[in-house]
């Protein structure tokens, strides 16, 4: 979906990106993940189409971003960390104009408005929205035309808290609903934990690791956790709590949650897929709740 | 089929951007349009009685050219706040980096045609016989030195984006081409002529054989690829 192969890209004698290379699969929910001046907004906007690498090659839907940028936006919706809007254009009007530049209706713009939740403000001024709003209009922007890929650019920035919660929930269903493949920069990683299922840590311009959730937990050392639902989930959680390298076991209604090592992952996964095999267990996932911890430590090890 | 589809999709694209362009940016140039050719109307009316009726006609040109300068900086300096901000959301779109500049362009050689227009309407309205004062070379000359002027100011605005730069060139290619043309130099002012067609035919420049509008269609057409090639290859937002 999305490749990076030794990218660089300059801005004067600053290297915003140095030799950047990391893959996205389609139909992840992917964090880029770095502290500020990390290189996340370079990478989306050559992502985007919308800077020129200086070296490197990058692939986005098998198109060229810079030299098929035109065919490749009609795919893609992104959203800017600082969008600016020209000021005294109506909500409505801009709305509009960006649909018909992707070849759709007003009803179209008007399902986005909805979906992002600024269907009430279709009247006003661009400048009389709030910050929050703004980012809101943004996303129905993003969201015009259903695409295949969203790149948003630190999409909670300057929200308050509720709004954060309510943009976290509409991207998560996008992702769900929608089935796109979803790519959203970011350093606030527990906000990335609930919505991500992939990660690729950027930072001083260079990728330090990238994977999903669980191979990343996995490869670092970090924590991970099984979560299997069961008709007898008491006798279940006996059976895991004796496993070595298990650190605590929690059961709530029919769901067993069990937090493992890492190094642990091969032998429960092992044992877990016998319980269902005898149907003790009726499924299990595994996920991560350590996304903070492989950071810091993905982090650290490029030190 | 598939490219005159492709074909049909990038003209509706651009289409839907210049109606953007036109209904918001595009305002500001629509009054200052409207107000020159309502001042053009009145220097019409006032020049004409003094010693026949082309004796004002250097001076309406002029001032038309003049005022429609201010127009073309103008835009252009929209163009420069435009990159600043708003061009990213609509770069992200599926519209391409020099289908973007076509547009400011095209927002300003409608302002120039429209001005010129109403120039020529004013002629039209007040006596029709004052039309024949302006012949085709002069009008070629007005038409040549407004789009040179644009072309110039544009490929500025996506090179430099900077207001000031672009006020430095408009005062060059204003009062320094002024300047230059009553200056000895045969060579600086056949520069000149070339430059701005209109200054040198005011100024009589060649008047033997007429201004040098082939060498000025030429450098609108450089300018033109020039303004291509930036928006193609450096037009970054």
Partial sequence: MIAFEGVVKRFGATEALRGATFTVPKGVVAGLLGPNGAGKTTTIKIAAGLLRRDGGRVSVLGLDPWEQGEELRERVGVLHERPAYPPDVPVKVLLRHVARIRGLGWEDALQAAKLAGVERYLERPVSALSRGYLQRLGLAIALLGEPELLLLDEPTANLDPSARREVLAAIKTLGEEMGATIVISSHIIPEMEQVCNYAVIISGGVVLAQGSLTDLATAFGAEVEFVARSREPRRLASLLVSEEGVRGVEVEGDRVVARAASSARQRLEALLEKARLEGLALGWELRSRSLGEVYERAVQASR | ?237
């Fill in chain 2, 1 to 237: 089929m598939r490219g005159r589809s492709k074909l049909r999709a990038k003209a509706s694209r651009f289409a839907a951007y210049g109606a953007f362009v036109a209904e918001t940016v595009g305002g500001p140039l629509a009054t200052s349009t409207a107000a020159l050719s309502a001042l053009t109307f009145l220097l019409v009316l006032a020049f004409p009685p003094a010693g026949g009726p082309v004796s004002g006609l250097p001076v309406l040109l002029f001032l038309t050219s003049m005022g429609y300068s201010v127009v073309a900086l103008a835009g252009a300096s929209a163009m420069v706040s435009d990159l600043k901000g708003p061009a990213q959301v609509f770069l992200s779109q599926p519209i391409s980096r020099t289908a973007y500049a076509l547009a400011w362009l095209s927002a300003l050689l409608a302002s120039a045609l429209a001005t010129f227009s109403a120039f020529l309407l004013s002629f039209a309205v007040i006596d029709p016989i004052l039309l024949r004062a302006v012949d085709a070379a002069l009008a070629a000359a007005w038409l040549l030195d407004a789009a040179i002027l644009a072309l110039a100011l544009l490929a500025a605005a996506v090179l430099a984006r900077r207001a000031a730069v672009l006020v430095a060139l408009w005062a060059a290619m204003t009062f320094g081409s002024t300047f230059l043309l009553a200056l000895p130099s045969e060579r600086l002012r056949r520069a000149v002529a070339v430059a701005r067609p209109l200054y040198g035919a005011l100024s009589g420049w060649g008047a033997a054989g007429g201004p040098p509008l082939a060498e000025s269609a030429l450098l609108a057409a450089a300018l033109a690829l020039l303004l291509y090639w930036l928006a193609r290859a450096r037009l970054e937002v």
